[in-house]
């Protein structure tokens, strides 16, 4: 048997369209794993530390014979770092979320190409659509990568911070 050019076209589209389709379930599945684990842990480690921190400087602050003097200007600024990384992780998540989103939808369009491909017998070139949303994915995976890196070095740097606080002064 024998193709012609539009039953080519026809087979090549509707494959390819399964393709987009399973991309974009895909993609759904990818967006919650994603934001399931870089909220749990961005979030934990800075939560984590300000309540271990919290925890700690009030054990000190209930022993009045405790020899340990704490330094409370780096302590108030580990809280600070912790809580701004704490407010980043939960935007890091939100740019992850966002991402798989363009990702998903540029996946759709791509779908919704093949498909006018399917029946017009003839192949159909990347819409504006298609590419301003991988365009668009493609930003915010950047930015909450980005986002990401900000946060970790404000837990190490309230890790830091809170170090240099709870050291004995000179």
């Not at 003097?69 to 809280?79: A, D, Q, V």
């Not at 668009?136 to 809170?162: D, H, P």
Request: with cysteine; aromatic share 8%.
């Amino acid at each position: 048997m024998t193709w012609t050019g539009q039953e080519h076209v026809s087979a090549v589209s509707r494959a390819s369209r399964d393709a987009s389709l399973a991309d974009a379930a895909e993609r759904v599945r990818i967006q919650a794993s994603l934001a399931e684990r870089l909220l749990n842990g961005l979030l934990i480690a800075h939560g984590g530390a300000n309540i271990g921190l919290f925890t700690f400087v009030g054990n000190l602050a209930g022993k009045p014979e405790t020899a340990l003097r704490l330094n409370t200007g780096p302590i108030w600024l580990s809280f600070s770092l912790f809580v701004l990384g704490l407010a980043l992780s939960l935007a890091a998540y939100l740019f992850a979320f966002l991402s798989q989103d363009h990702y998903y939808r540029q996946a759709m369009a791509e779908a919704e190409r093949f498909e006018r491909a399917i029946l017009t017998g003839e192949a159909q070139s990347a819409g504006e659509s298609e590419v301003a949303h991988n365009a668009a994915g493609l930003s915010y995976y950047r930015g909450g990568i980005g986002i990401a890196v900000m946060s970790i070095i404000l837990f190490t740097a309230g890790g830091g911070c809170a170090l240099l606080g709870l050291l004995p002064g000179r």
